[in-house]
């Protein structure tokens, strides 16, 4: 009976034009937003490739100076690997000037979600007085742009695909009673619950499989270099969320007479739980870890700074005592780069405590914003998609660390040549220390999403049982 | 009569549960939003002033150095704020908060505040203009779309024409039926508003604030005004009440969520901003029109020697890095200030073309005007960063001078004496007229959206039908 | 005499304290056409509604073939046929979809030639077969519903005032083809109170008054009997009962 159910109601969702709506709908959406998408990932590919060009070309640079230097150096008599003085055989041109430009590229799903490619850097440049964020392809953007926010993927499935969900659906069984065909119906050996799992298992099949398509469509325009995992990983959340706003218009539907209180009944849903929860979790999270004004950051960094640089010769004493492996050299015969160090260091140490506090507000905000998303399926959803684009908190968070990471490599490398006036040679310039930009793989993400993907299953599953208990009810055919 | 229709429409309402509901829900977002907007405002404000003010301790007790390294300490300017932006944040959180001013750098202000929010701020965030803007409008339109069509579903629409109730009178009534509620929810709202505002002490003339803040107000009730006139409309032209419920709606969606987006993604294909790496080049690329160092050095020592009368550069008796330092800001600023003024230009026709694009979309049109008067949009922002440039060249030139005027060369250094003569940094915010004069496009959209309005609803009121 | 198809057995539904069924016995054989005669609010569509399992009785039970309702509630359907005052079809679709689709739910996978055989059977017009039901008149749906008891092959039809607002042919017409169905076999319980047809339809008649059986008149004294005043009688003395 199930079957039939199924065959008549696709035959009739498709006769109705309904089904050709909303698939034409849906279908054009995706393209507009994977177009914007792929648009603004090859626009921040071909940023991240002029930051990465132009570093090649200033270590070519540094590298013939370099060269020039040496044969100098040669034809004057010196040994190369004698001690040098501040110039261009210094490591300083490295270890401080030009640094290390570590970009971190688009993920292979990128194009999905703008996420916080928009706002967060393409690229950062270490050296040793720091890390320097160098800004991605919307860094120019209107902010009135990054406001809006762009019609991603990601935004299309939060916002516009529940509403096509609850369009075909609002009405699945209500209709029919007020229609009067209800009664018709269940005058057959069939349950209510049957023929409702038969309406929204043919919706539910038209809407994911547009979605499929769709999204499938621009995973190939995108280049599609790997991430079918990803990509699966998508269609997962999409199917999940989706399945939260059916089982949500099965359960209103079970539990009201006619199709315009059960609409009225959703679109409050849909303002509440994509629109209202949201900005609330969000005023709710920035009022409670209120982040540090960047204000108080950067009068501690010009404070710490102008104490370090008073403080010269104390600053350098200070290093030799944190750093007893070093030959300590007297203040008269330390050169610039090493009062660089030295004064570096100490303006870190001032603003420990400074970022500390930061980081420690942010994550505190995040962790509530975790927390508090499972108020709201759209903003479970919202997350997970921008964790599996890799446009989300996690993939910065962890780029972060990867380069502070990197930042003491590179100070532990060079900082040390400066002290003892080592030369930068050729070879030294092709054994650079390197990032090797890791992307999650798809397992560990789908781990770190269990979470709420778990949570929209089961809100999914509980709203679908109370619907199937709704439906067989006494009197739920009249 | 009207008024008997009026009173009878705002009795049913008041005895609707959900009604009161509704309102409730909006109400206690509305204040929340305004609490923590204000909250929000004052501790960012304070700490602005104290930042501000600390700064300039840093800045004089820098100790002594040369004059122009001290061009290179550089000193910052921080962004304030109207106690409006309170209300209604704007862009706010997509724009810099502070501005390093330094020799030879003209960079835009850095530190936006959404680098270190949660995702979920781009989902949105629930402040007092997004609740005006999104919620209330949501309810009047709620309210109102079965004004007729209900009637007419219900068929007393037949029987109060048969009463020979004139259809003018009629829709006039429903009219003041649906806003005398509202109106009662958002005029008490914005009296306390504004005359909070005009208690506080915010940067600028409070009186400037006041005018702000009332012209603000006027807009959101012209804008309240043109939804209910329009729900209205669609009431009285559709068939059923669940053909103007679903229009009415449809008509909140796509200005509330697609018509903003799609306006700054049109604005941005018709007038693109470059990408950072394609600025940077271009200011490369006017930066070489300049001369290295070295030849603008020789240049100066060749022309002071002619000047001067004698043969060695030694015996110059003027500083020539001052001069050499001097003219070189000039030079770089003069070749600087035009890329920045073209990619302002540039911003500012996006703005433009998002207000023409809100003849689609009045709420667009509203959101524009109302971070133009909260001093929340981006020509605000960009006015504060011109004055932080303007400040940045005289004070830098102002050292550069000094190491002329003392003759000093790089050793030469100078104390607190000259660093207190570089006055503070401050800041006005331009006029309410200077925010709204950019918006008249904006303006002019909301009065034609409401002048076709008021035109409309009298002539479809006219030919109201019973059945 | 075989067990009846349509079996009532201290049928009783209250709602909200009001009783709307009072302990109802009723029995309907195959062959027979049951007229259920009672005013506004009797308990003539709760019982159909018991009947068809819409309803879950305080007291009692209803039987179909033997099967309690409840207990069996999709294998009493397979039995029953329903015709609702207003037989609703699917606008968008033909007759013979319409049809086509409630007949798989019964489980009748049904060829075109069949199902339009079924059709012919019932009196539906050969060129109306193929429109939208949208277009149909009431008349013209009843059939459609006729149709799909043959095609079900049910044991037990439940009509739900077929008659009203059927003008007197299609209403003449629509009471043959109950007749048949009852001759080939059927039970047939009809809620009505259309005096006029329960007279040339009926073969018992039972007058149920504020969820009681008053009355039964068997059909044999069916053609002497004046059903006007009998129903009246009942009616008006609903007030002040008839001592028993």
Redesign the interface.
């Known amino acids: 009976?199930g079957s039939?159910?199924l065959?008549?109601e696709t035959k009739?969702l498709l006769?109705?034009g309904a089904a050709g709506i909303t698939a034409l709908l849906l279908l054009g959406l995706i393209a507009y937003a994977g177009y914007?998408g792929v648009q603004h990932t090859s626009?921040q590919r071909?940023?991240i490739e002029?930051?990465a060009a132009?570093h090649a070309e200033s270590l070519d640079a540094v590298r013939q100076r370099v060269a020039a230097a040496e044969s100098t150096a040669v034809a004057n008599g010196e040994s190369l690997d004698g001690p040098v003085a501040f110039g261009s055989r210094h490591p300083y041109v490295i270890g401080s000037a030009q640094g290390r430009v570590l970009t971190l590229e688009p993920a292979p799903l990128a194009a999905f979600a703008v996420?916080?490619s928009d706002?967060?850097p393409a690229a950062v440049r270490v050296t040793i007085g720091g890390r320097e964020p160098?800004?991605?392809?919307a860094?120019?953007?209107?902010?009135?742009?990054?406001?809006?926010?762009?019609?991603d993927l990601a935004?299309v499935f939060?916002?516009f695909f529940p509403?096509l969900v609850l369009a075909l659906t609002f009405g699945l069984t209500s209709a029919e009673r007020e229609?009067?065909?209800l009664?018709?119906?269940?005058?057959?050996?069939?349950?209510l619950t049957t023929l409702a799992a038969g309406k929204l298992t043919v919706r539910a099949a038209l809407l994911f499989g547009c979605a499929a398509v769709g999204t499938g469509a621009v995973w190939l325009a995108s280049g599609a270099e790997g991430g079918v995992g990803r990509w699966a990983l998508w269609l997962l959340v999409v199917v999940l969320y989706g399945g939260f706003w059916l089982a949500l218009a099965a359960f209103v539907d079970s539990r009201v007479r006619t199709p315009?209180t059960a609409g009225l009944v959703l679109?409050a849903c849909w303002?509440g739980l994509?629109?209202?929860v949201?900005?609330?979790?969000?005023?709710v999270?920035?009022?409670l870890y209120?982040?540090p004004?960047?204000?108080?950051?950067?009068?501690a960094r010009?404070?710490a700074a102008?104490l370090a640089e008073?403080e010269g010769a104390a600053s350098l004493a200070r290093y030799f005592n944190d750093h007893p492996e070093l030959t300590t050299v007297e203040e008269e015969e330390a050169d610039f780069p090493m009062l660089r160090v030295a004064q570096d260091e100490r303006i870190a140490e001032a603003l420990a405590p400074v970022e500390a506090r930061?980081t420690e507000q942010?994550a505190g905000?995040?962790r509530f914003?975790r927390a508090l998303?499972y108020l709201s399926p759209?903003?479970l959803a919202?997350?997970a998609f921008?964790d599996v684009a890799g446009t989300?908190?996690a993939r910065y968070a962890a780029f972060d660390a990867q380069t502070e990471a990197f930042h003491e490599a590179w100070v532990d490398r060079f900082a040390p040549a400066y002290f003892e006036r080592q030369p930068l040679r050729l070879a030294d310039l092709d054994a650079l220390p390197t990032l090797d930009p890791q992307i999650e793989s798809t397992a560990d993400l789908l781990s770190r999403l269990a979470g709420p993907l778990a949570a929209l299953a089961l809100l999914a599953a509980l709203l679908g049982a109370a619907a199937s208990r709704g439906y067989g009810r006494?009197?739920s055919?009249? | 009569m009207t008024l008997t229709i009026a009173r009878k429409e705002a009795t049913e309402m008041a005895r609707d549960g959900r009604f009161r509901w509704a309102v409730g829900i909006v109400l206690v977002l509305l204040l929340g939003s305004l609490v923590a907007g204000w909250t929000h405002y004052a501790s960012a404000e304070a700490e602005r002033a104290t930042a501000q003010a600390s700064d300039r301790e840093v800045w004089l007790g820098q100790g002594e150095k040369n004059q122009h390294s001290a061009t290179h300490f550089g000193a910052y300017a921080f962004k304030p704020t109207t106690p409006l932006t309170a209300a209604d944040p704007g862009v706010l959180p997509y724009t810099g908060t502070s501005v390093f001013m330094e020799a030879h750098s003209g960079a835009d202000a850095d530190f936006r505040p959404a680098e270190d929010a949660t995702t979920v701020q781009r989902l949105g965030s629930l402040t007092a203009a997004s609740t005006l803007q999104l919620l209330v409008p949501l309810l009047i339109l709620l309210l109102a779309f079965s004004a007729f069509a209900g009637e007419r579903d219900a068929g007393t629409l037949r029987q109060l024409l048969s009463l020979g109730v004139p259809r003018k009178r009629l829709a006039l009534g429903k009219a003041l039926g649906v806003a005398s509620p509202i109106l009662l929810l958002v005029v008490p709202l914005a009296v306390v508003g504004v005359a909070a505002l005009a208690l506080l002490d915010g940067p600028g003339s409070p009186l400037a604030t006041l005018g702000r803040a009332s012209m603000l107000v006027g807009v959101y009730v012209a804008y309240f005004v043109l939804v209910l006139a329009l729900s209205l409309l669609v009431s009285a032209w559709a068939g059923s009440s669940r053909t103007a419920l679903v229009t009415l709606l449809g008509f909140w969606l796509v200005t509330s969520f697609v018509v903003p987006r799609v306006a700054v993604s049109a604005a941005d294909a018709l007038h693109p901003t470059p990408t950072l790496t394609a600025f940077e080049e271009s200011w490369r690329a006017e930066r070489e029109a300049l001369p290295p160092w070295p030849d603008r050095v020789a240049e100066i020592e060749e022309r002071l020697m002619e000047e001067q009368g004698v043969d060695t550069p030694d015996a110059i008796t003027a500083s020539v890095s001052g001069v050499a330092l001097y003219e070189a800001e000039r030079d770089e600023t003069d070749l600087r200030r035009p890329l920045y003024a073209a990619l302002g230009e540039q911003y500012e026709t996006q703005t433009q073309t998002a207000q023409a694009v809100s003849i689609l979309s009045p709420l667009l049109a509203v959101q524009l005007v109302s971070m133009g008067l909260a001093g929340s949009d981006h020509a605000h922002h960009r006015h504060f960063a011109d004055a932080a440039e303007a400040y940045r060249y005289d004070y830098v030139q102002a050292l550069n001078q000094d190491m002329i005027d003392e003759n000093a060369d790089w050793s030469f250094t100078v104390g607190r004496e000259m660093w207190e003569e570089v006055p503070p940094f401050t800041y006005q915010t331009p006029s309410a007229s200077w925010a709204v004069g950019r918006y008249g496009l904006s303006l002019g959209v909301l009065g034609a959206w409401t002048l076709a309005l008021l035109v409309a609803l009298p002539i479809a009121a006219g030919r109201l039908r019973a059945a | 005499m075989s067990a009846p198809i349509l079996h009532a057995r201290g049928l009783t539904k209250r709602f909200d304290g009001a009783t709307a069924v009072d302990a109802l016995d009723l029995t309907v054989n195959a062959g027979e056409v049951y007229a259920l005669l009672g005013p506004n609010g009797a308990g003539k569509t709760t019982t159909i509604n018991l009947f068809l399992g819409f309803l879950v009785p305080d007291a009692g039970a209803a039987l179909v073939d033997g099967l309690d309702v409840q207990a069996e509630p999709l294998e009493t359907k397979h039995r029953l046929a329903y015709l609702p005052e207003q037989v609703a079809l699917y606008p968008s679709l033909s007759g013979v979809e319409n049809l086509k689709y409630f007949a798989a739910l019964a489980g009748h996978d049904l060829s075109d030639a069949d199902l339009a055989g079924f059709l012919d059977q019932a009196g539906l017009q050969r060129e109306a077969h193929s429109r939208r039901a949208g277009t149909y008149s009431k008349g013209m749906r009843q059939k459609v519903g006729i149709a799909l008891a043959l095609a079900k092959g049910a044991k037990a039809l439940l009509l739900d005032e077929p008659t009203s607002g059927l003008d007197p042919s299609a209403s003449a017409e629509f009471s043959g083809l109950v007749r048949q169905l009852a001759n080939s076999g059927a039970a047939v319980l009809m809620a009505t109170h259309d005096l006029f047809r329960v007279k040339d339809t009926a073969t018992r008649v039972g007058v149920l008054v504020a969820g009681r059986l008053r009355e039964e008149v068997a059909s044999e004294a069916l053609p002497t009997t004046d059903l006007e005043a009998l129903y009246l009688g009942h009616v008006h003395g609903a007030k002040t009962p008839v001592p028993a």
């Open positions: 009976m039939s159910v065959r008549f009739r006769a109705s914007v626009e071909g940023v002029t930051y132009d996420g916080q706002l967060q160098m800004g991605g392809a860094a120019l953007d209107h902010p009135l742009k990054l406001l809006a926010g762009h019609v935004f939060v916002f509403l229609s009067g065909l009664r018709m119906v269940l005058s057959h050996p069939i349950r315009v679109a303002l994509v629109v209202v949201p900005a609330v979790v969000n005023v999270a920035t009022s209120p982040v004004s960047r204000m108080d950051y950067v009068t010009r404070t102008g008073r930061f942010k905000q995040q914003v998303g759209a903003v919202q997350q921008l989300g908190h006494a009197g055919a009249l």
